[in-house]
């Protein structure tokens, strides 16, 4: 393989550097007018009196849009159409969106918000998991059939029963998550322009064009084909933007009945309030092991703080279960989730999607198991490792895995074995691995249609166009797309003009979430790229009188492989295949196999393939302070194949640096309803000095099905950082913090609570352990 | 408030162009310049997106106004390549994979250009300190440092740089 494999430079590496690269707030078109948002100062209350007469009165203002004007509900999953883009008769967190206001620019605009005129009645607010569970009288939804339970899930698989029976010690902890958000760099804006002939078009920063295209036209009610979503370079997203939000709706309708374009661009503090981000999880794990070790059954119950809307909260309460077991040999797995409604900004996907949580309390409770049995975590992780080519008790297929290798890898690359009992009292290291799905099996709605489609062309001069609808929100999609292609027909990456993100010109792909957009797209590409080549090497086979399988395509010629010296240029390839056929054009897609079990639930966790992850912390905990320093992070990524290594350990760097973040300092938490924190210097983002060294490296397993064998690299490595984190400040301290993040209020208690009881945890051994 | 005609030095050129007196110098020059390389992550001078150099010293452009840099030689991102040709640092960030989704790029690359113009061999202290205003949620800026220090390597005199 002559592209696969090549660190090659992004493709739009040079307009991000030059500063030329155009994100949905640099676009400007002539006459655009500029949109605000006026959002509610209540965490729940009902809307008794909405006025916008002296808004709309106002020199400048061309417009204001209520919930009257887009009564419509969506949501990003089918079954749980629960929003709509402006509150209608009641707000249900501090940020919802009221009404919008459209001017002739942005100071205009802001200043007529002031003349909108509410009437709340403030409602009692319910903010935790605790809250909204002791009072299911107070409904945040009118439509929840129980109190306010978003949804709730009982699964169970195998027999449990006979697991904790023959278990010889079980373990029982409770685990705490605290929410987080994604805070990309860019925040969220939109353009919407409209022509009379009402044909929208609507560039804005989202990961998923297609799924807003549907739920923008369904709320306007205008058929699909008359809106057209165009995604500019997106300044990050993970999984922040991931659905429409109302400035989208808002933009499409003013530029609908002006016939002239609007920008709207959220502040920093509307970018926490649109949120979607992290769910904070209550976790019970109870898990039984024999005394080797091996695990008998394993129990999760999860509480998910939903926020004030369902977004993706119901494939997360899924999530949150569903990816347990494929890592371990788990032989009884029972799984009870639970999302509730509470008065904050709705949460929804972020990266590692409702696997984060209970990876971190599974990680760090199997540390504490370690310790109780006497065995090495490392090893003992090795030893009760998922084999490859295997299903798990819930009924997902597990093809090629390498978590052995990556704990091989950390292992090695950290001294795991001659430093981690010699280090000094306050320094520890820590190890935790995790599993990552490579796209979902499903659709967000079930269809039959192919997950990613492709199209590819070749023009005369040896130009190649590669079309899909994916976006590229900075891991390097579209590198990845030119990529394929170039490698399939044997030209530079630089010959491929990739043209992604529109729904009016690109072939279907999901979107930029559940990471699977190398999986699906790379074999999408491969397929329509493969059919071109066939062609081309059909009319070089007859032009140079050779047999087509004795045909490479390298280096923009298309050669004899036995007798080199023969060969045609690609470009010459090209016209002859266009004389004989037409055209050159062709498509290829890629949908999932059917995969999973019969149960109601079962669309969730499934995936063509899992990615594997390991990691070695080393922190170090002032005994006076007890601030907490994460020194190093040693992380080892199955990712398949890296099919441009510098991508892949940029992504691994990247998710790593999240974990961190996540498990040290961030948190998005609320007093009263309202966001503490709603800036980027009190949320706390790591700076360059917070984080630490990573020492990324990838194991290639070569996946039966993926695209040259790849895997995702994108979320999957965020998972073990932060419970390896946590198990490596118990190595240090010798005391638990069993949730997150590890700041030092909460070191300082887990030291004198250890002090005080220094065997009281909440383990109880049964039968033969308890009696050594 | 009424605009007014404002004079700068921008990227070697002299531009006039009408700016409200309340504007900042990043809504100066995205607005009225069309320098949209420039990016604003906050608005309150706590990302470092919208660093420009103003006398060759890293600025936060949303927290300095533009009738206050009018006197000044100000560098954008716009302005770091000569002709078609890519700054050191440009040409490493593209190589390194440092400029994931991009959108920290321009202020990382005007304050390490600021650091290398003076440095081409930085500790990796010092590079820390050059970045520490400058926020990135996608690289953990592993590569930017690396970026930061091939294109010192490539600029010291005895590489000819």
Same mark, same amino acid.
């Given at each position: 393989m002559r592209v696969i494999g090549q660190s090659i430079p992004k493709?739009?590496?040079?307009?991000?550097?030059?500063?030329?690269?155009?994100?949905?707030?640099?676009?400007?078109?002539?006459?655009?007018?500029?949109? *605000?948002?006026?959002?509610?100062?209540?965490?729940?209350?009902?809307?008794? @009196?909405?006025?916008?007469?002296?808004?709309?009165?106002?020199?400048?203002?061309?417009?204001?849009?209520?919930?009257?004007?887009?009564?419509?509900?969506?949501?990003?999953?089918?079954?749980?159409?629960?929003?709509?883009?402006?509150?209608?008769?009641?707000?249900?967190?501090v940020g919802e969106p009221i009404a919008a206001v459209c001017a002739v620019d942005e100071e205009t605009a802001e200043e007529a918000?002031?003349?909108?005129?509410?009437?709340?009645?403030?409602?009692?607010?319910?903010?935790?998991?605790?809250?909204?569970? &002791?009072?299911?009288?107070?409904?945040?939804?009118?439509?929840?059939?129980?109190?306010?339970?978003?949804?709730?899930?009982?699964?169970?698989?195998?027999?449990?029963?006979?697991?904790?029976?023959?278990?010889?010690?079980?373990?029982?902890?409770?685990?705490?998550?605290?929410?987080?958000?994604?805070?990309?760099?860019?925040?969220?804006?939109?353009?919407?322009?409209?022509h009379a002939d009402g044909k929208i078009t609507l560039w804005t920063s989202t990961q998923t064009p297609?799924?807003?295209?549907?739920?923008? &036209?369904?709320?306007?009610?205008?058929?699909?084909? *008359?809106?057209?979503?165009?995604?500019?370079?997106?300044?990050?997203?993970?999984?922040?933007?991931?659905?429409p939000f109302a400035h989208d709706f808002a933009a499409c309708l003013f530029a609908l009945r002006h016939g002239r374009p609007i920008k709207f661009t959220l502040s920093r503090e509307e970018v926490f309030y649109c949120h979607r981000g992290r769910h904070p999880v209550k976790m019970l794990l109870k898990t039984g092991v024999r005394s080797d070790g091996s695990i008998t059954a394993v129990h999760l119950q999860t509480f998910l703080d939903g926020g004030a809307y369902a977004s993706y909260g119901l494939a997360t309460v899924y999530y949150t279960g569903a990816l347990l077991t494929v890592t371990y040999k788990v032989p009884a797995y029972k799984f009870d989730g639970m999302r509730l409604y509470t008065n904050k900004p709705p949460c929804g996907p972020k990266r590692g999607h409702g696997s984060t949580q209970p990876r971190y309390a599974f990680e760090c409770q199997l540390d504490k198991i370690a310790e109780q049995l006497g065995l090495d975590p490392a090893e003992y992780r090795q030893r009760i490792a998922i084999e490859p080519y295997s299903e798990t008790v819930n009924g997902l297929r597990v093809t090629s895995c390498g978590l052995r290798e990556c704990v091989d890898k950390v292992v090695v690359a950290s001294g795991w074995q001659e430093r981690r009992q010699r280090l000094p009292v306050g320094s520890g290291l820590g190890i935790a691995i995790s599993s990552y799905v490579t796209g979902a099996g499903k659709a967000i709605y079930w269809n039959d249609m192919p997950h990613s489609g492709v199209i590819v062309t070749i023009d005369r001069g040896g130009g190649v166009a590669a079309l899909c609808g994916s976006s590229d929100i900075g891991q390097g999609s579209d590198t990845l797309l030119a990529t394929v292609v170039a490698e399939e027909l044997g030209v530079e990456p630089l010959d491929v003009h990739v043209l992604t993100g529109d729904t009016s010109l690109t072939p279907v792909d999901l979107g930029?979430?559940?990471? @699977?957009?190398?999986?699906?797209?790379?074999?999408?590409?491969?397929?329509?790229?493969?059919?071109?080549?066939?062609?081309?090497?059909?009319?070089?086979?007859?032009?140079?009188?050779?047999?087509?399988? @004795?045909?490479?395509?390298?280096?923009?010629?298309?050669?004899?492989?036995?007798?080199?010296?023969?060969?045609?240029?690609?470009?010459?390839?090209?016209?002859r295949a266009e004389a004989a056929h037409g055209t050159l054009s062709a498509v290829g897609s890629y949908k999932p196999p059917r995969l999973g079990g019969k149960f109601k639930g079962a669309g969730v966790g499934v995936s063509p393939a899992y990615s594997y992850t390991a990691c070695v912390a080393e922190v170090r905990v002032d005994p006076e302070t007890y601030d907490l320093k994460v020194e190093r992070l040693w992380v080892a990524h199955d990712c398949g194949r890296a099919l441009n290594p510098v991508l892949v350990e940029g992504q691994i760097e990247g998710s790593a640096y999240m974990g961190f973040g996540e498990a040290v300092l961030e948190e998005q938490v609320f007093r009263k309803g309202l966001h503490k924190i709603p800036s980027l210097l009190e949320y706390k983002l790591p700076t360059i000095y917070d984080t630490p060294e990573i020492t990324a490296m990838s194991v290639e397993t070569i996946d039966r099905e993926g695209p040259y064998g790849a895997k995702e690299a994108g979320e999957g490595p965020l998972n073990p950082i932060i419970p390896a984190i946590a198990n490596a400040v118990y190595a240090a301290i010798h005391a638990r913090v069993d949730s997150t993040p590890i700041t030092p209020d909460k070191i300082q208690r887990a030291l004198r609570e250890a002090a005080r009881a220094p065997s009281a945890t909440s383990e109880h051994r049964a039968g033969k352990v308890a009696s050594r | 408030m009424p605009k007014e005609l404002m004079t700068f030095h921008v990227n070697g050129e002299t531009r006039q162009v009408a700016v409200s007196p309340t504007h900042t110098l990043l809504e100066a020059l995205r607005e009225e310049l069309d320098l949209t390389g420039t990016k604003h992550g906050c608005e309150l001078g706590h990302c470092g997106a919208c660093t420009v150099?103003?006398?060759?010293?890293?600025? #936060?452009?949303?927290?300095? #106004?533009?009738?206050?840099?009018?006197?000044?030689?100000?560098?954008?991102?716009?302005?770091?390549?000569?002709?078609?040709?890519?700054?050191?640092?440009?040409?490493?960030?593209?190589?390194?994979? $440092?400029?994931?989704?991009?959108?920290?790029?321009?202020?990382?690359?005007?304050?390490?250009?600021?650091?290398? $113009?003076?440095?081409?061999?930085?500790?990796?202290?010092?590079?820390?300190?050059?970045?520490a205003g400058n926020l990135c949620r996608c690289t953990g800026y592993t590569k930017i440092i690396e970026a930061v220090e091939l294109a010192a390597e490539r600029m010291r005199p005895e590489a000819g740089g």
């Open positions: 493709i739009d590496s040079y307009t991000k550097v030059t500063g030329a690269a155009k994100y949905a707030d640099d676009l400007s078109l002539p006459r655009m007018a500029y949109g *605000r948002i006026l959002r509610s100062p209540h965490p729940h209350a009902l809307i008794r @009196r909405l006025d916008v007469t002296r808004a709309r009165a106002y020199p400048g203002v061309l417009d204001v849009i209520t919930g009257a004007d887009l009564p419509h509900t969506y949501g990003i999953m089918p079954t749980t159409q629960d929003e709509t883009p402006f509150a209608l008769e009641k707000a249900r967190y918000l002031a003349l909108i005129e509410v009437e709340y009645e403030p409602l009692p607010a319910l903010t935790s998991i605790e809250e909204a569970l &002791a009072h299911p009288e107070q409904r945040i939804h009118e439509e929840t059939a129980r109190g306010n339970i978003m949804k709730e899930v009982h699964l169970e698989f195998g027999d449990m029963e006979a697991g904790f029976a023959a278990a010889d010690l079980i373990r029982d902890d409770i685990y705490f998550f605290e929410g987080t958000t994604h805070a990309p760099m860019e925040e969220h804006a939109c353009v919407a322009d409209c297609h799924y807003v295209h549907r739920e923008v &036209a369904k709320v306007l009610g205008i058929p699909l084909s *008359r809106l057209r979503v165009i995604v500019p370079p997106v300044g990050g997203g993970f999984g922040g933007k991931c659905e930029s979430y559940s990471s @699977r957009v190398t999986f699906m797209m790379g074999n999408a590409a491969r397929e329509a790229a493969g059919k071109l080549r066939a062609l081309l090497f059909e009319a070089a086979s007859a032009s140079l009188e050779t047999r087509a399988e @004795r045909l490479i395509a390298a280096d923009r010629w298309i050669s004899d492989a036995d007798d080199p010296a023969r060969r045609i240029s690609f470009v010459e390839a090209a016209q | 150099l103003v006398d060759g010293a890293p600025v #936060l452009s949303c927290l300095a #106004l533009a009738v206050e840099a009018q006197d000044a030689e100000i560098t954008t991102v716009e302005g770091l390549a000569r002709d078609n040709t890519l700054h050191p640092l440009q040409q490493a960030f593209a190589e390194r994979g $440092a400029a994931q989704c991009g959108y920290c790029t321009p202020g990382f690359l005007v304050s390490g250009a600021a650091l290398l $113009a003076h440095n081409t061999r930085p500790s990796r202290e010092e590079i820390k300190a050059a970045l």
